[in-house]
């Protein structure tokens, strides 16, 4: 008994992930940086877990972006670890991602957030048991946008991404494989519009590129056919008065896709999760973000 006792305490040490919900610092360019990690009862130390990232919007914040995705609930249902990590600003709950156009104070500020993301990683492979081979990345606006970024910069750690209601804010992307995407967004945003430029709502003033724009990118980049392989019409069953169109690219190099989940009468909300400020505008019942973008992350490890 004794025995046991102590080879629990040695194995789950005071810096070890356990069952829960835990936040985390870390020191990064002499900054001190936090994020959430939502680790599912089921975990046990004893194999590798695959990671999700889960970036909140702008002028949001980690806390609020569990109650808004419900990723931690797909986490226990899945089996994977539900990462949240937390942006920058002058106010504490006030935050945001430097996704290259996007946005506010981190942009500004020039916050090197992919380095932020490395020592994230660095962080859990010391305190847990993680897959390098599937960690993933999504997020929300400002969020996705530095999902995006991700893919780009990171390629070599970020297996695929599912950007949630926000382009990508550069140019150009040149990553150093190809990456597989998946990206939902509303055609009635009114913060990131759908075709770009500056929303009606914009909270940042952010000329945005279109959806368009982000999916040619990757297309490029993944070595994928500009014609989709299959397209996917997907009814008003919720009758909530949205549909979605589903159009897949692909194959592409090593396998990649790109995904566009196109969603008619949606605004700037999260696919299946009710959305409580109306000014985002509408969410639809009709798709899941959270099931569509696990199952395309379970088809898309690291190579």
Not at 188 to 202: I, L, N, T, Y
Request: aromatic share 8%; with cysteine.
């Amino acid at each position: 008994m004794h025995l046991l006792l102590f080879m629990t305490t040695m194995f789950f040490s005071a810096d070890t992930l356990t069952p829960g919900d835990h936040e985390r610092t870390l020191s990064v360019d002499n900054t001190a940086r936090q994020y959430l990690v939502h680790v599912p009862a089921k975990y046990d130390g004893s194999s590798d877990w695959p990671v999700v990232l889960i970036f909140h919007g702008g002028a949001s914040n980690a806390e609020q972006m569990v109650r808004f995705s419900g990723l931690s609930e797909k986490a226990d249902e899945a089996g994977f670890l539900a990462v949240y990590p937390s942006g920058s600003g002058r106010l504490p709950k006030i935050l945001t991602w430097n996704g290259g156009n996007c946005c506010g104070y981190a942009m500004t500020q020039k916050i090197d957030d992919v380095a932020f993301v490395g020592a994230i990683l660095d962080d859990l492979e010391k305190s847990g048991r993680i897959d390098k081979k599937r960690i993933f990345a999504t997020g929300m606006s400002n969020g996705a946008i530095m999902s995006y970024r991700l893919a780009a910069e990171l390629s070599d750690r970020i297996a695929a991404i599912a950007p949630v209601s926000g382009p990508m804010g550069t140019e150009s992307c040149t990553p150093k494989r190809p990456v597989p995407v998946m990206h939902f967004h509303g055609t009635k945003d009114e913060f990131a519009p759908f075709v770009g430029g500056k929303g009606a709502k914009s909270l940042s003033g952010t000329i945005f590129y279109s959806v368009d724009h982000s999916i040619q990118a990757w297309i490029k980049a993944n070595g994928c056919p500009i014609e989709p392989a299959n397209v996917k019409e997907l009814p008003d069953k919720a009758k909530d008065g949205t549909s979605a169109i589903i159009k897949t690219f692909g194959p592409g190099k090593e396998g990649a896709e790109v995904v566009l989940v196109t969603i008619s009468g949606q605004g700037h909300t999260w696919p299946g999760r009710d959305s409580r400020l109306a000014s985002l505008g509408a969410t639809t019942k009709n798709v899941s973000a959270n099931d569509l973008m696990w199952e395309f992350f379970k088809k898309h490890p690291l190579k």
